[in-house]
């Protein structure tokens, strides 16, 4: 006996556009994302949280492998658990930039003026700590495998930031490692797996970014 086709529908209605107004987005959206910059010093300046759950429905548009969705996102506003997580981040960064973290690594994060003191994961308005799951919990017990999940979470967290800087806020990518005690502190199963720390808020006044800059399209593509 055959397998049922599966169900498809229509594509969802999409303005036909002519070239020059698809040109113009693509330059609009690259002068709006050229603008885009990690902070590292936030504002204490609340955030509504529409904004928040807009954003993170845009990063559940994300595509994955076999649309299983492998993502969680842990949103965090609450002061104490906040200091918690500065406390346990702040701890496992000491550790890397005084014994595991190799010379290169160390020079190489040297003109970005990093270091083991992370005081924005208490002043920004939310963390959202972003979980990947390997696998899904099924309702009769057993599990079902999720696939390309690094790829389809990355791809979510990019969309996240993405949204969240088209609305007019700031963030900074953390990534302490190891970051098991997300976990534990957000009472996340073991299945997932912390993927990455997003700091959200609006930057400080006297915000100061490194003098970095982007490689040109020639340096990062190639057309054949």
């Known amino acids: 006996m055959d397998a049922p086709e599966p169900p498809f529908i229509p594509l969802p209605q999409r303005a036909d556009l002519r070239d020059e107004e698809i ?13 885009r910059r990690t902070v590292r010093d936030f504002s204490s300046r609340p955030v509504p949280r529409a904004v928040i759950e807009d954003a993170l429905r845009a990063a559940g548009t ?36 005084e014994q595991r973290a190799p010379a290169d690594w160390l020079a190489a994060l040297a003109p970005l003026g ?22 899904t919990p099924q309702p009769d017990g057993g599990r079902a495998t999720n696939y390309y999940v690094t790829e389809s979470v ?4 990019g969309i996240l930031v993405t949204a969240l800087h088209h609305a007019g806020l700031a963030t900074l990518t953390h990534t ?19 993927f990455l720390l997003l700091v959200v ?15 040109p399209l020639e340096a990062i593509t190639s057309w054949r």
């Open 23 to 35: 040109i113009q987005r693509a330059v609009a959206f690259h002068e709006r994302m050229r603008q």
């Open 62 to 97: 994300a595509p994955s492998g076999a649309n299983r969705q492998p993502w969680h996102f842990a949103v965090v506003t609450d002061a104490a658990l906040k200091r918690r997580i500065r406390q346990a981040a702040e701890a496992e960064e000491r550790e890397f930039y």
């Open 114 to 135: 990093t270091d083991a003191r992370k005081p924005f994961l208490e002043t920004a308005p939310y963390l959202i700590a972003i979980f990947a799951e390997r696998w």
């Open 154 to 157: 990355g791809i979510a967290t």
């Open 176 to 194: 302490p490692s190891p970051m098991s005690f997300l976990n534990e502190l957000l009472g996340r199963p073991a299945h997932e797996r912390p």
């Open 201 to 215: 808020g609006h930057p400080a006044a006297d915000a100061r970014v490194p003098d970095i800059h982007r490689k």
